[in-house]
């Protein structure tokens, strides 16, 4: 499996942003994906996750009502939709995959990683 994340860059808060994580090689078995950000001297926390080709999804309390993750199953891709922005939001954001039918907020049970992409969120 290989995750390969796009679309960050830097916006004004308040602004909407939609980032994507293409995925190959998710053929056989159940999934999970899952976007994770860390932001400059901090841990990395838990952002969104969903089924792959299944119904269900996960979000941080912090994001809940303003990101949106979804599936396009026929482009192997995993988007995030993020709208009304915040300064706290600036990080760089991973997009990840377990092996699982139970969505994991814990980056543990997540073992195939992609690249990050830089979302900057300016005030």
């Known amino acids: 499996v290989q995750l390969q994340a796009s679309g960050g860059g830097v916006v004004q808060a308040g602004d909407s942003l939609r980032i994507s994580c293409e995925a190959f090689g998710l053929i056989y078995g159940r999934y999970v994906l899952g976007w994770f950000r860390q932001a400059p001297g901090k841990e990395s926390e838990f952002v969104a996750a969903?089924?792959?080709?299944?119904?269900?999804?996960k979000y941080a309390d912090s994001v809940n009502g303003r990101f949106t993750i979804s599936t396009d199953i026929a482009e192997s891709t995993v988007f995030l939709q993020m709208r009304r922005l915040k300064p706290e939001d600036t990080a760089v954001y991973y997009c990840a995959a377990a092996n699982a039918i139970e969505i994991f907020k814990t980056k543990e049970q997540y073992v195939y990683w992609g690249q990050g992409t830089q979302v900057t969120v300016s005030s």
């Open positions: 969903i089924r792959w080709k299944y119904s269900g999804t």
